[in-house]
């Protein structure tokens, strides 16, 4: 059965930095796409970044762009998302994704496997 574990959410003031991990068991399945998401009180789950097998290609929300970064480390079956000069408009529970593909793609119906979550508040 695939896990993801999710780590490294908290509370941080705005202009701060976070780095969340996910970390993938159980998979079966060789090349996967890895995407990470938030969701917000009261509005629906939004694309963040992706970062294909190989780490040659990535893709990131406008809102976050030049602020986040997503790599992977695949002998670890890890996902990171480096957040620096986080806003409060970033706080919300961030979900890390598996997609069975090489492909990448920015809509959450497209991955196969989902983490439980992990929160992140940024204070003004």
């Known amino acids: 059965q695939v896990q993801l574990v999710e780590s490294g959410g908290g509370l941080v003031q705005a202009g701060g930095s976070l780095r969340l991990s996910c970390a993938v068991s159980?998979?079966?399945?060789?090349?996967?796409?890895m995407g990470w998401f938030r969701q917000a009180p009261g509005k629906e789950r939004e694309f963040v970044a992706a970062i294909t097998w190989s780490g040659s290609s990535t893709s990131y929300a406008d809102s976050v762009k030049g602020r986040f970064t997503i790599s992977r480390d695949n002998a670890k079956d890890t996902v990171y998302l480096q957040m620096n000069s986080l806003k409060p408009e970033d706080s919300a529970v961030y979900y890390c994704a598996v997609r069975k593909s090489v492909l990448l793609t920015t809509t959450p119906g497209t991955y196969n496997y989902w983490g439980q979550g992990t929160q992140v508040t940024v204070s003004s």
């Open positions: 159980g998979r079966t399945f060789s090349s996967y796409t």
